[in-house]
T-cell receptor, first 113, second 112 residues
Framework: KQEVTQIPAALSVPEGENLVLNCSFT??????LQWFRQDPGKGLTSLLL?????REQTSGRLNASLDKSSGRSTLYIAASQPGDSATYLC????????????FGSGTQLTVLP | SAVISQKPSRDICQRGTSLTIQCQVD?????MFWYRQQPGQSLTLIAT?????????ESGFVIDKFPISRPNLTFSTLTVSNMSPEDSSIYLC?????????FGPGTRLTVL
């Protein structure tokens, strides 16, 4: 059974810093990996989707990498802003037909002004 | 992408009652998913709902407790039956489109 771990559980940084969030998974036979953002009490916003054949994806100040063989992904946030404060969730899509997602427990990010 | 709406956005219910949550998508999709997010926890998949067939439930979730309907390709409902305080959670529906999943805003349920 796939298990997804995110480190650290919480992170507090001053505005302007670059930061890295980590995600690891136990079964490398994945279809894809998604990074989501969740604001308190809200639903999830998809940030980046990486297919299993890809190494990285970029969107604005966000860059996500995938190393399937080692079971790791990172989300890099450049020049962090207070508006980036949220919980960031990593989710791994399985290779079955339903493409079910297994979620990590999230990293709660606080960017201090 | 996909735009998903859920009703209600939040509710406070009494123990022993049932609540039906609606999920509407702005386009036709084959698969819809229902998740639960307990306080301070990550998301756990309840079931996968395909149009025209019975929902597939994950381990620990049963149809009698969480009946699901999927009458067409843009709509689904999840009922939380005979509720107890342990059912207090955010319930989210999601859809898979072009192998990317999109989520609704969630329904925050509090059971007293």
């Amino acid at each position: 059974k796939q298990e997804v771990t995110q480190i650290p559980a919480a992170l507090s940084v001053p505005e302007g810093e670059n930061l890295v969030l980590n995600c690891s998974f136990t079964d490398s036979a994945i279809y894809n990996l998604q990074w989501f953002r969740q604001d308190p009490g809200k639903g999830l916003t998809s940030l980046l989707l990486i297919q299993s054949s890809q190494r990285e994806q970029t969107s604005g100040r966000l860059n996500a990498s995938l190393d399937k063989s080692s079971g790791r992904s990172t989300l890099y946030i450049a020049a962090s802003q207070p508006g980036d404060s949220a919980t960031y969730l990593c989710a791994v899509g399985d290779s079955g037909s339903a493409r079910q997602l297994t979620f990590g427990s999230g990293t709660q990010l606080t960017v201090l002004p | 992408s996909a735009v998903i709406s859920q009703k209600p956005s939040r509710d406070i219910c009494q123990r022993g009652t049932s609540l039906t949550i609606q999920c509407q998508v702005d386009s036709q999709v084959t698969m819809m998913f229902w998740y639960r997010q307990q306080p301070g926890q990550s998301l756990t998949l309840i079931a996968t709902a395909n149009q025209g067939s019975e929902a597939t439930y994950e381990s620990g979730f049963v149809i009698d407790k969480f009946p699901i309907s999927r009458p067409n390709l843009t709509f689904s409902t999840l009922t939380v039956s005979n509720m107890s305080p342990e059912d207090s959670s955010i319930y989210l529906c999601s859809v898979s489109k072009y192998n990317e999943q999109f989520f609704g805003p969630g329904t925050r349920l509090t059971v007293l």
